[in-house]
């Protein structure tokens, strides 16, 4: 059980817009910044959304992220077969002194 | 280019014990908190532990806490974690990967391609 929630999938047709969710509490989302990451098949993670909203340099602006309370959420527009992926939210959780995971949400392009 | 190499890994008994090392090339090591996070087969990604720059803080997710031990040789470029008492569960691929800050936890970036501990008997 993760601290942090995400839906297990998600899909969506090409060309569409869809938004992937990350709830969290007062200790980690709450308070403190929320980055994402995505992990294609077979591959290691990497950093696709920092602090919140922040796009790493190389990463298309059809990724937006941002965080509203205790939920964050990860836009992704124009959506394209190469999107297929796990995609991970995490924060620091002030109770637990430790990074928090979600349990990853895999989205399918059909 | 940024780059973090994960060697170590294995089959290994209940019980037993095993080091995982990751080489850092490519930025100053020195100057970079450093982590832990692992994956088990066909789960998520788990944060297991943390170094800052110089080592004066370091933290350890409960699921490891008093088993494995985080350390780092600046002189050498190097992560190191050491996996005492290892369990079944701890069955997982380990990835290194660079903090974008000095002092502790900001985020993950990048991450090293992983090296997979496989504990059974």
């Known amino acids: 059980q993760s601290v942090l929630t995400q839906p297990p999938s998600a899909s969506g047709t090409s060309g569409q817009t869809v938004t992937l969710s990350c709830s969290g509490s007062?200790?980690?989302?709450?308070?403190?910044?929320v980055n994402w990451y995505q992990q294609l098949p077979g591959t290691a993670p990497k950093l696709l959304i920092y602090?919140?909203?922040q796009r790493p340099s190389g990463v298309s602006d059809r990724f937006s992220g941002s965080r509203s309370g205790t939920s964050a959420s990860l836009a992704i527009s124009g959506l394209q077969s190469e999107d297929e992926a796990d995609y991970y939210c995490a924060a620091w959780d002030d109770s637990l002194h430790g990074v928090v995971f979600g349990g990853g949400t895999k989205l399918t392009v059909l | 280019e940024v780059q973090l190499v994960e060697s170590g890994g294995g089959l290994v008994q209940p019980g037993r014990s095993l080091r995982l090392s990751c080489a850092a090339s490519?930025?100053?090591?020195?100057?970079?908190?450093m982590h832990w996070v692992r994956q088990a087969p066909g789960k998520g990604l788990e944060w297991i532990s943390g170094?800052?720059?110089?080592?004066?803080?370091?933290g350890y997710a409960d699921s490891v806490q008093g088993r494995f031990t985080i350390s780092r040789d600046n002189g050498k470029n190097s992560l190191y974690l050491q996996m005492n008492s290892l369990r079944p569960e701890d069955t997982a691929i380990y990835y290194c990967?660079?903090?974008?800050?000095?002092?502790?936890?900001?985020?993950?970036?990048?991450w090293g391609q992983g090296t997979l501990v496989s504990v059974s008997s």
């Open positions: 990967a660079k903090d974008a800050g000095r002092t502790w936890y900001t985020w993950f970036d990048p």
């Open positions: 170094i800052s720059w110089n080592s004066d803080t370091i």
């Open positions: 602090s919140n909203h």
């Open positions: 007062s200790s980690n989302i709450g308070s403190n910044i």
């Open positions: 490519g930025f100053t090591f020195e100057d970079y908190a």
